[in-house]
């Protein structure tokens, strides 16, 4: 409404303007209506019906006064030219304002149009960050973001953690009952690991049945609590039997960023931890603290 009424006034301001050019040029006054329809052009593309017809009644009112003053005041124009003028002014208006329902429904269905094509160019490129089996973030689109928030990190002084998640036993599952029955436990596992993240998290495949968390704002506390909460969840899962595993399970190594470090070290440091978990028997949340030592935080 503040943008609208913007326009009004200086639509406004500027008929007044050209009502006071028209009495001071007088005699010479009788192109003055043209640059009235210009500046209701302007209005037409910018108003409403309504208000577009309350501005045309305006541009008549002023431009008259100043016809009828030009007459008072001894001009050469006379009574019936100036009607005449007003005349055709008042019908040229008027078919600007007719004009505006129009031109404002075209907005309108620009705008939609707008709206759309701007909603299918975020659902585009949402699918084309998504890894195509699981539908978590793709391998890239976790290397933009986390090199996003390690600079926000540093940026801003706030902590950064991540997590190097393995869905575990994913290749006897594929020996026992097929890729088909792999690729159902990929899909659970990621919709199990996402359920018990934030949406502030950044969740994707790294790679095979290797997955990495960031998690923006996360010192290394907060990231074992949320480690946990995904070995948790991912637990619960239910799996056709393999190697007498019932339920699907995973291993995590999780690290905190560190002032002055780069992708390439933050995710190191976590594959570590990924290591320390797998070499202690897998199915369990392993954590670098201060001295990069392992902190064993539990097993199934």
């Not at 007003?86 to 309108?108: D, I, S």
Request: charged share 25%; aromatic share 6%; proline share 3%.
């Amino acid at each position: 409404m503040k943008a609208l009424f913007g326009v009004s006034g200086r639509i406004a301001a500027a008929l007044v303007v050209l009502a006071w050019l028209t009495y001071l040029a007088g005699d010479t006054a009788l192109p003055m209506p043209a640059l009235y329809l210009i500046v209701m052009l302007y209005g037409t593309l910018r108003l409403e019906r309504t208000r577009l017809a309350m501005l045309a009644t305006f541009a008549l009112v002023t431009h008259g006064t100043a016809l009828f003053l030009l007459i008072e005041h001894g001009a050469k124009l006379t009574l019936p030219a100036a009607g005449l003028q007003l005349a055709t002014l008042f019908a040229a208006l008027a078919c600007f304002v007719l004009g505006a329902g129009t031109v404002l429904r075209l907005r309108e269905r620009v705008a939609e149009a707008h709206g759309k094509f701007h909603d299918l160019a975020l659902e585009a490129n949402e699918r084309a960050s998504r890894d195509a089996l699981t539908g978590v973030y793709h391998h890239r689109h976790l290397m933009d973001s986390l090199e996003r928030e390690i600079a926000r990190a540093e940026r801003v002084g706030k902590p950064l953690s991540i997590a190097r998640v393995d869905l575990d036993w994913l290749g006897s599952v594929n020996e026992s009952h097929g890729h088909a029955a792999g690729d159902i436990a990929l899909k659970r596992f990621a919709a199990a690991a996402l359920s018990a993240l934030r949406d502030v998290d950044v969740f994707g495949r790294y790679g095979g049945k290797e997955f990495l968390v960031v998690m923006p704002d996360t010192d290394l506390k907060g990231a074992i609590i949320a480690a946990e909460r995904v070995h948790a969840a991912v637990g619960r899962e239910p799996l056709p039997e393999a190697r007498e595993r019932r339920h699907l399970s995973c291993t995590l190594g999780v690290a905190e960023h560190r002032q002055g470090e780069n992708t390439r070290l933050a995710i190191g440091r976590a594959e570590a931890g990924l290591s320390f978990a797998k070499a202690a028997g897998r199915d369990r949340v392993i954590a670098l603290g201060p001295g990069d030592r392992p902190l064993d935080i539990g097993a199934a």
